[in-house]
């Protein structure tokens, strides 16, 4: 089983702001099966990025992922508002997939 | 518009079995895609419970396999959950998905006698 660790648990930052999420597998993940989504309160979880650095439809052009192998990086490049919320990663490079434990990103 | 929707029971007595339905809209599930039922406890993080493709294959967490069935029904475009032997552990908001990409808005099951 993969496991995914996401860094940092917490990240306050504001408006305007850069942010750098980051997770890393226990082991490679093939063909860069690797996904970030966003999750609000009270909210379904919503797929941003998939094979690590492709965008879902409807994501706006401040989030981008990247990475490979075991490292992975969701950036969203000027924080609005809206993006404060819960962040997980999640590889589906076979059975099991696996979340990582979420990244907090709250307002400073 | 593709959309998936969740039912079933709010409130299961421990040891008994979870039953729920995902009814999709706006695609074929036989047409393709897997179609996967993912659970968040409250206040934790998110967990896979299985999947489903549209050929039929399963797969399922190892951590619930010998709990767990997912089936599809094309005649009625819709795929199901079972989880069986209930615990409080099981409490969580359960999700249905196409493929990880679409999601159910969620349905609150909690495990209490």
């Known amino acids: 089983e993969i496991v995914l660790t996401q860094s940092p648990g917490t990240l306050s930052l504001s408006p305007g702001e850069r942010a750098t999420l980051s997770c890393r597998a226990s082991?490679?993940?093939?063909?860069?099966?690797l996904a970030w989504y966003q999750q609000k309160p009270g909210q379904a979880p919503r797929l941003l990025i998939y094979g690590a650095s492709s965008r879902a439809t409807g994501i706006p052009d401040r989030f981008s992922g990247s990475g490979s192998g075991k490292d992975f990086t969701l950036t969203i490049s000027r924080l609005e508002p809206e993006d404060f919320a819960v962040y997980y990663c999640q590889h589906y490079d076979g059975s099991p997939y696996t979340f990582g434990q979420g990244t907090k990103l709250e307002i400073k | 518009q593709v959309q998936v929707q969740e039912s079933g029971p709010g409130l299961v007595k421990p040891s008994e079995t979870l039953s729920l339905t995902c009814n999709v809209s706006g695609y074929s599930i036989s047409s393709g895609y897997q179609w996967g039922w993912i659970r968040q406890p409250p206040g934790k993080g998110l967990e896979w419970i299985g999947s489903i493709y549209h050929s039929g294959s399963t797969y399922y967490n190892p951590s619930l396999a010998s709990r767990v069935a997912i089936s599809v029904d094309t005649s009625r475009n819709q795929f199901s959950l079972k989880l069986s032997s209930l615990t409080a552990a099981d409490t969580a908001v359960y999700y249905c998905?196409?493929?990880?990409?679409?999601w159910g808005q969620g349905t609150m099951v909690t495990v209490s006698s």
């Open positions: 998905a196409r493929a990880f990409d679409i």
């Open positions: 082991q490679s993940v093939n063909s860069n099966y």
